[in-house]
């Protein structure tokens, strides 16, 4: 916390105790006397250290805040046993503030206490023995102050009376109520200038108990009581603002400088431009906390108003809005301007109707809007007449803007960065406040110079952070929620500190005989590299699955082929492959971490114990492939290392929660995904370990089976009569299903398979397969590997119409090849019920 004396003379001096309210017999003391403001919180840690402090006890204030208070202010001293306590008009002769602080400091005093002890300051010279006077009030209350202390230096109180006069022989610290003095309304409205920065609710609270506990006064001898006032020595910076504005004013008017504004201690024009240097780079402080972009619009807006302007609006352009590229070209009178952003002073809601923020418009040539963003700089308006007032309330149809805008001082500053135009803000000044000057132009271009940048960054990371996931959108697959025999769900987290683009993937593969192949990998770092490697083994993974190689073959040639593409190609990969028909699983591990496998039956989850494998581009290391056997209702939760591991803790730990928090029931397979997640995240922030830093990939399909009664399988001999057969017994089996409507369409489809095939093949008999699910599946296996080709049959051709008719009538078809030949395949949408 920062005391109005930090606030307002940091630079010049600080509060001061200012006696002029002398005691009714006209005694007093004269002059300033710095005041030492610390405030002590209930941990005994002091939050305040007011630039008195610092001058008074030699600690900068860095040092101070934070620490114990007893430890900065020397509040235990043994006093000499060959002195007194001397009467006043003597110090004691010992270090240290005394018992009595030092009882307030630990709290064991419940009402204030004041006194004068004798100091050893470092740095104040020989003897380096300081007298201070000193009150201490204990506050109460819901903040965390404690305790309020005052303190100053005697020394600096000056007199006009001869040392020797004996009226001042006696000065010592007291109380008194304060509507014992005539000026108690004076007294109690300047307070709070000595009080740390705080809420109005807060301080009006501490100056309640400050008045009540009793007013810090100076007791002279004679019994003369002066009240401690603070005063401010220097004018603040309010007040010299103002007596700046009107010297300026003074000025514009050709009038001479009045001299009480001209004295004023320092240089007028000096005076401006520092604080015009002030307020740049406070405002530099307040912008651009953020990279986001809404933020960064309203932290601009905010910083101006009410200090320079009294309305802010912004416009940015529509590229950057939008969050696309460099905005490029010079804008002319078609570019649409979108209003972010609009600040004031004024009554709320005023503005809200009439200028709503979110609005698109373009500007015509003859106005100063148009002026500034082509040439790039501001545009000056000092007074707005009825003349461009009804000009600029035009472009508004059906709203009048004239009472908002007329008679106002405008200033209109482009944002820019590398010399385009983003946008512009339009400032406005009350009919009240002195116009828009030469320097508000300087100022508002370095200003608009500053907030160009920060949006600009702002601009530049949304750009970015849009491609970056749409390149990762891109190259990760659209799963549909449903395969056969297995529903599925998906989650991809990017990386929270390392990029928004990584390595990490899932896949699912359509097999043939209904069958399903599950990939989930990761690519070792982070960024394009990794995200652009990532793509190319997915893509290798699917070309592969589409073969129906095994699991361990596919994981030995992913990983001859990461060698061919470089050293620098590593990844972990989980492959496994599930056949509802045979309630199966066959998975390879190459150096990924282990499946979850969760019962149906009694709910249990285990992480499958899988040959762990090296990671793909090793080399020269052998993949083993194990086969388990699964249940209907089973579920499979594979994931990358992202979501159970963080640095400094444990592996083991992340699996762990993995496996417990995948055996929790959930409404959905998208909210079991969720509660996985969320379990982890608490894990690691319960253990202080942080967020999640790693991109996470994370696939759960729940293992539905296939039951036998919704398969049918014959083998057909390579005889042509065989096709006739295969027309016969799908019909029939389309009865028997409840499927006569597929009858016909099936029939045509089955007939222009089995003839290819029966015509291809050259031993083994063709196999014939229909499969009930979703939809219905038929599948047509021969030895043939040469897969067939779309063609288009002219009128003349004898053949090439087969696979045309078998693509105008399934809802979906396809070829793959096997390690004994081929399958060709199609689906037809099943009839609604």
């Avoid at 005694?27 to 005041?35: E, K, S």
């Avoid at 235990?76 to 009595?100: H, K, N, Q, R, T």
Wanted: net charge negative; proline share 7%; with cysteine.
């Amino acid at each position: 916390m920062e005391s109005g004396a930090d606030r307002g003379t940091e630079r010049d001096t600080p509060p001061s105790l200012g006696t002029g309210n002398g005691a009714a017999d006209g005694h007093g003391a004269t002059g300033r006397v710095p005041l030492a403001v610390v405030v002590v919180d209930r941990g005994g840690l002091v939050s305040h250290w007011s630039t008195g402090a610092r001058r008074l006890f030699g600690v900068p204030k860095e040092e101070a805040i934070g620490r114990a208070a007893v430890d900065l202010l020397p509040v235990s001293g043994v006093l000499p046993e060959e002195e007194d306590i001397p009467e006043y008009g003597a110090f004691a002769a010992y270090d240290g503030l005394g018992p009595g602080l030092e009882s307030s400091l630990d709290g064991r005093f419940s009402y204030p206490a004041a006194g004068r002890a004798r100091l050893t300051v470092p740095g104040r010279g020989e003897p380096g023995r300081v007298d201070v006077l000193w009150w201490a009030y204990p506050l109460v209350g819901p903040g965390r102050e404690r305790l309020l202390v005052l303190a100053a230096d005697t020394a600096r109180l000056h007199r006009d009376e001869p040392d020797d006069d004996p009226a001042f022989e006696r000065i010592a610290p007291g109380f008194a109520l304060h509507t014992d003095f005539p000026g108690a309304e004076e007294l109690a409205g300047r307070l709070p200038e000595i009080l740390p920065s705080m809420s109005v609710g807060e301080s009006a609270r501490i100056v309640a108990q400050v008045l009540e506990l009793g007013y810090p006064v100076l007791e002279f001898s004679q019994n003369d009581r002066v009240p401690v006032t603070p005063d401010w020595g220097v004018p603040r910076r309010a007040q010299r603002r103002a007596r700046r504005e009107r010297a300026a004013r003074a000025v514009a008017e050709g009038l001479p400088i009045p001299r009480e504004l001209a004295d004023d201690g320092e240089d007028l024009e000096y005076a401006a431009v520092r604080e015009r240097l002030e307020f740049l780079n406070e405002v530099s402080g307040r912008i651009g906390t953020s990279l986001d972009l809404a933020t960064t619009i309203l932290e601009v807006s905010r910083a101006v108003v009410p200090r320079f302007t009294d309305v802010a609006g912004t416009y940015l352009r529509e590229q950057v809005v939008a969050g696309e590229g460099f905005p490029e070209g010079i804008p002319d009178t078609t570019t649409m301007w979108h209003r972010v952003a609009v600040e004031h002073t004024d009554e709320p809601g005023r503005w809200d109707d009439v200028v709503p923020v979110g609005e698109a418009m373009p500007f015509p040539a003859h106005t100063p809007f148009f002026q500034c963003m082509t040439t790039g700089e501001p545009v000056l308006v000092p007074r707005i007449s009825e003349e461009m007032g009804h000009a600029i309330a035009s472009q508004f149809e059906k709203r009048d803007i004239r009472p908002l805008i007329n008679h106002r001082s405008m200033l209109v500053v482009p944002l820019k960065a590398r010399n385009v135009v983003l946008g512009f803000m339009i400032l406005l000044r009350h009919p009240e406040r002195p116009v828009f000057n030469d320097m508000d132009r300087v100022t508002g271009a370095e200003l608009a110079a500053r907030a160009g940048l920060v949006l600009d960054n702002a601009r530049m990371y949304t750009y970015q952070e849009s491609v970056a996931e749409t390149l990762q959108d891109s190259m990760l697959p659209h799963i549909p929620p449903r395969m056969p025999g297995c529903d599925i769900a998906t989650r991809y987290l990017p990386g929270t500190l390392l990029g928004r683009v990584g390595g990490d993937w899932f896949d699912s593969v359509k097999l043939p005989g209904a069958r399903t192949a599950l990939v989930v990998g990761d690519v070792m770092g982070h960024g394009l590299n990794s995200a652009a490697m990532m793509g190319q083994l997915r893509t290798a993974v699917q070309t592969m699955a589409a073969l129906d190689l095994p699991p361990a073959q596919l994981l030995r040639n992913l990983d001859d082929l990461a060698q061919r593409l470089g050293d620098n190609y590593l990844a972990t990969c989980l492959y496994a492959v599930y056949d509802p028909i045979a309630s199966e699983l066959h998975l390879a591990n190459a150096g990924h971490i282990p499946p979850v496998l969760v019962r149906a039956e009694d709910g249990r989850s285990e992480l499958l114990d899988l040959p762990t494998g090296a990671p793909i581009g090793v080399g020269g290391v052998p993949f083993e492939a194990v086969r388990v056997r699964v249940e209907p209702g089973d579920r499979i939760v594979m994931c990358t290392d992202g979501l159970v591991e963080v640095r400094g803790e444990d592996i083991g730990v992340g699996l762990a929660t993995l496996s417990e928090s995948a055996a929790h029931p959930a409404a959905s397979m998208d909210d079991a995904c969720d509660a996985i997640i969320r379990a982890l995240a608490a894990t690691f922030s319960a253990a202080g370990r942080g967020g999640r830093k790693d991109d996470v990939a994370l696939l759960m399909a729940r293992l539905n089976g296939i039951d036998a009664d919704d398969v049918a399988e014959w083998r057909l001999s390579l005889d042509p009569v065989e096709v006739s057969r295969a027309r016969a017994v799908v019909r029939e089996q389309l009865y028997d299903w409840g499927l006569a409507e597929l009858a016909a369409q099936t029939e045509l489809l089955v007939s222009e398979l089995v003839t290819n095939a029966v015509r291809h093949s050259h031993r083994r008999p063709v196999l014939l397969r229909l499969v009930r699910g979703d939809t219905l599946l038929c599948e047509v296996d021969d030895d043939d590997h040469e897969l067939p080709t779309l063609l288009s049959a002219g009128p003349g051709d004898d053949s090439g119409r087969g696979l045309r008719v078998v693509s105008t009538l399934a809802r979906e078809w396809g070829t793959s090849r096997t390690t004994t030949g081929k399958t060709v395949w199609f689906e037809l949408t099943l009839p609604r019920r």
